[in-house]
């Protein structure tokens, strides 16, 4: 066996994929794990006390790097069942998520609202995730 045989070689790195790596190394708010998420009562929809130190992380990587964007994920349930009642409290949970994060100083134009009403995936159903991504 060749030394060249014995090292392994590493592949180049392009441009493209040193940019897909960095992306991919930009912490998580909050974790290493995953988006920060705020959980709710099942009928609330003002901002949990405890939410201010969740979203901390979130507002110091905004503030940081104007080229990030948040996202706002919103769940629901609801004990009667109805589809516009889910959707309609989602969407007042990311709003009142989106407005701390504009009072701490987030533009409104880096951050998007989705409200998913009871379309939830796993995990708590009453809770809004912030997910931080660049574009």
């Known amino acids: 066996m060749t ?3 014995a090292t392994p070689t590493e592949p180049e790195q392009t441009a493209e994929t040193a940019q897909s790596e960095q992306v991919a190394a930009l912490p998580e708010p909050g974790s290493d794990t995953g988006p920060v998420s705020i959980a709710f009562g099942m009928e609330e929809t003002g901002l949990p006390s405890s939410a201010a130190t969740a ?3 979130v507002v110091e990587q905004m503030k940081s790097d104007t080229e990030l964007r948040v996202q706002l994920l919103a ?3 609801s004990a009667d069942g109805s589809a516009s009642s889910v959707r309609r409290k989602s969407l007042s ?3 009142s998520v989106r407005k701390f994060l ?3 100083g987030v533009q409104s134009t880096r951050i998007e609202v989705r ?5 939830n995936e ?3 159903p009453d809770r809004v995730d912030a997910v931080v991504e660049r574009r």
Do not use: H
């Not at 409200?115 to 379309?119: E, H, I, S, V």
């Open 115 to 119: 409200a998913l009403g009871d379309q």
């Open 93 to 95: 949970r990311a709003l």
């Open 122 to 124: 796993g995990g708590a």
């Open 3 to 5: 030394p060249a045989e």
């Open 55 to 57: 979203l901390t992380p």
């Open 75 to 77: 769940y629901a349930s």
């Open 102 to 104: 504009m009072d701490q």
